[in-house]
């Protein structure tokens, strides 16, 4: 099993950034497939993006495309996720992944191994 923590949630108004971080217990490219996901309460968890480890390749959700950016940083063992122009429905808990299945195009799926969470809070 993989430990997660998540780094870097907060409170920011419309229009600012915040990044967060997950760092993992095993190396990155071992996990294959790590994402974000986001849930508000009373909805589901969703997937925002997810990163393949070893190549790099990325999905995003279309809900933040051109917003928020995943990446891989090896050294760090770390993925993270830019977030930019926050809208307040944005406001959540977001949780790291790992584990995930492959799928193409940088997507996975079925992620075994989770994050506690860190909260994003975008207000008006």
């Known amino acids: 099993q993989v430990r997660l923590v998540e780094s870097g949630g907060g409170s920011v108004q419309v229009g600012g950034s915040l990044r967060l971080s997950c760092a993992a217990s095993v190396p990155i490219v071992d996990t294959l497939c790590m994402g974000w996901y986001r849930q508000i309460p009373g909805k589901e968890r969703e997937a925002v993006a997810t990163?393949?480890?070893?190549?790099?390749?990325?999905y995003h959700a279309s809900f933040v495309k051109g917003r928020f950016t995943i990446s891989r940083d090896k050294d760090k063992n770390t993925v993270d996720l830019q977030m930019n122009s926050l809208r307040p429905e944005d406001t959540a808990m977001y949780y790291c992944?790992?584990?995930?299945?492959?799928?193409?195009?940088?997507?996975?799926?079925?992620?075994?191994?989770w994050g506690q969470g860190t909260q994003a809070t975008v207000s008006s």
């Open positions: 992944a790992a584990g995930g299945i492959p799928r193409g195009g940088g997507y996975c799926s079925g992620f075994t191994d």
């Open positions: 990163i393949y480890t070893r190549d790099g390749d990325t």
